[in-house]
């Protein structure tokens, strides 16, 4: 346990030291960047080896300079049992590594890798290529229309949020009945919308039959035990330009894949968690009302926020986004879009390096 947190630590420690030569996030995975109009990748194998490289007696007393002894029984003394106290363990983590200002996109890493390298950072990454040669990357609106058209969603949002709230403090919405038929008809303008389907967002809903997953689904190949017993069902997010989802946090760690359009995301680390005055419900921001223009709160009202470190990019047809559960998340459609999500079970993988129980937790769920 001790050569472990010392390993760890030093690798941040290090990498701090070293951020603007390698670039890279925790000294863990890859950071691409563009110099001169040419895209430049320091390779997953250089981060491996710089991870392996590491002096231990050296970490050691590092960790011993920053107090790690100290935090880490703090951190390790919540009880896991709760939801809310899970939470705060990913969020106090969080707070051991570094700001970053971007996501980057890199190749499909192999499994072991990112279970070694990616998913116990904790921090966001996006993947260019996990879908090329899947089902997946042959989905176009046509093909969805023929095969899937005849699907009703009943529950479909219709416009943006309101001003009006609930008595939990939710934001008020309409829903509508559509088939996918005609969302697809209105969204690629095919057709001008009728009333009542202006602003239609079809949210976590099933499009692939339950019977179909295994062969139309490409799951996340980086945990080589049942899909079923890893990953939740996969659910589907299809809306017109300028629909959105406020700011919220999951409760697990996601993959988002965005099969079809764009959307852009605007992302605040756990760091960032009490600085953003979310409800007592947990369920929204005090001061959030449109992602649309994504206004900043009345700093008078709201002070903390101008602590934050929002980070906004678009995720583009054929990308995979990995986001590690507590980033509060904004999503907006740009174009016409259909997203895909899966999220893992078990507890957050930032926490596995850092509690026994959760890693075989995680082991006994997806291996």
């Not at 231990?56 to 007393?61: L, Q, V, Y």
């Not at 990913?90 to 980057?104: E, G, K, N, Q, T």
């Not at 602590?307 to 999503?331: A, D, Q």
């Amino acid at each position: 346990m001790r050569r472990r947190f010392a390993t760890i630590f030093f690798a941040l420690a290090f990498t701090l030291a070293l951020w603007p030569m390698l670039g890279l996030f925790a000294g863990q995975y890859t950071i691409l960047r563009k110099r001169d109009s040419v895209e430049r990748s320091d390779t997953l194998d250089l981060n491996l080896k710089v991870f392996s490289d590491y002096d231990e007696t050296k970490a050691e007393d590092s960790s011993k300079r920053l107090g790690l002894q100290v935090e880490l029984q703090k951190i390790l003394s919540v009880n896991q049992s709760s939801s809310r106290a899970a939470f705060e363990t990913v969020v106090a983590l969080s707070s051991l590594l570094p700001r970053i200002r971007d996501v980057p996109r890199i190749k499909t890493p192999t499994p072991e890798a990112f279970r070694s390298y990616i998913a116990p950072v904790g921090l966001p990454v996006i993947f260019t290529d996990m879908l090329v040669g899947t089902r997946l990357a042959d989905w176009n609106w046509d093909m969805l229309r023929a095969r899937y058209g005849h699907q009703v969603f009943h529950n479909t949002r219709q416009g943006n949020y309101s001003t009006k709230k609930t008595s939990y403090g939710k934001q008020v919405i309409g829903r509508t009945s559509v088939s996918l038929a005609d969302f697809i008809d209105v969204a690629t303008g095919k057709r001008k919308p009728k009333k009542g389907e202006e602003g239609l967002y079809i949210t976590k809903q099933r499009i692939i039959p339950k019977e179909a997953l295994d062969e139309e689904f490409h799951y996340p190949p980086f945990y080589p035990g049942s899909h079923k017993q890893c990953y939740l069902e996969p659910t589907a997010w299809i809306g017109v330009p300028g629909t959105f989802t406020q700011g919220h946090i999951d409760s697990k760690d996601n993959f988002a894949y965005q099969i079809l359009g764009d959307k852009r995301w605007t992302i605040f680390s756990p760091q960032d968690y009490e600085n953003l005055y979310y409800t007592k419900t947990k369920g929204s921001l005090e001061w959030s009302s449109a992602l649309s223009s994504l206004e900043k709160p009345d700093l008078e009202k709201y002070p903390l926020y101008a602590k934050t470190n929002p980070i906004s990019f678009v995720v583009h047809s054929g990308e995979v986004l990995y986001l590690p559960r507590g980033w509060t998340h904004f999503i907006e459609n740009v174009s016409p879009s259909l997203m895909i999500n899966t999220w893992r079970y078990g507890p957050a993988a930032i926490t596995e390096l850092w509690s026994d129980f959760n890693k075989a937790e995680i082991r006994r769920r997806c291996f």
